[in-house]
């Protein structure tokens, strides 16, 4: 497999409109309407692959292999989210990013995110117990 090359600096931005089924009462995370943690991790790591998206060459792929969120302020349904994502090391097939969630200006989520590029086939083959 060849690695693609990835440079410390690369971003990407999702967005995310908060919905009932976005919160902490419908993922099961707690019994508030507000934006729920799990669903904060997969909008960072959405961001996250979106700015690998660009550079990953048929066949490879990345996948998330170890994340901490530290969920610092509450976000309300139907208020917009942004999570932008940046690759701040890149060590081997490790890709680590630092991914700041807001909503408008208030800093709502900080994570990182380590991701792993690896062969696609070769993984979904382990997946299956076929490797």
């Not at 996948?63 to 942004?82: D, I, N, Q």
């Not at 680590?96 to 807001?102: N, Q, W």
């Amino acid at each position: 497999m060849e690695l693609p090359e990835f440079s410390p600096g690369l971003t990407a931005r999702v967005e995310l409109t908060v919905t009932d089924a976005d919160t902490a009462q419908a993922l099961g995370s707690g019994d508030v309407p507000v934006l729920g943690t799990p669903r904060v991790l997969a909008l960072a790591e959405a961001a996250t692959v979106a700015a690998t998206a660009r550079q990953i060459p048929g066949g490879v792929t990345t996948v998330g292999v170890r994340a901490e969120v530290e969920h610092r302020a509450p976000t309300p349904v139907g208020r917009m989210v942004t999570a932008l994502a940046t690759l701040a090391k890149v060590d081997g097939r490790k890709l680590i990013f630092d991914v700041v969630v807001r909503d408008g200006e208030n800093l709502v989520a900080e994570v990182r995110v380590e991701r792993m590029v690896l062969d696609r086939q070769r993984f979904i083959a382990k997946a299956l117990g076929d490797a």
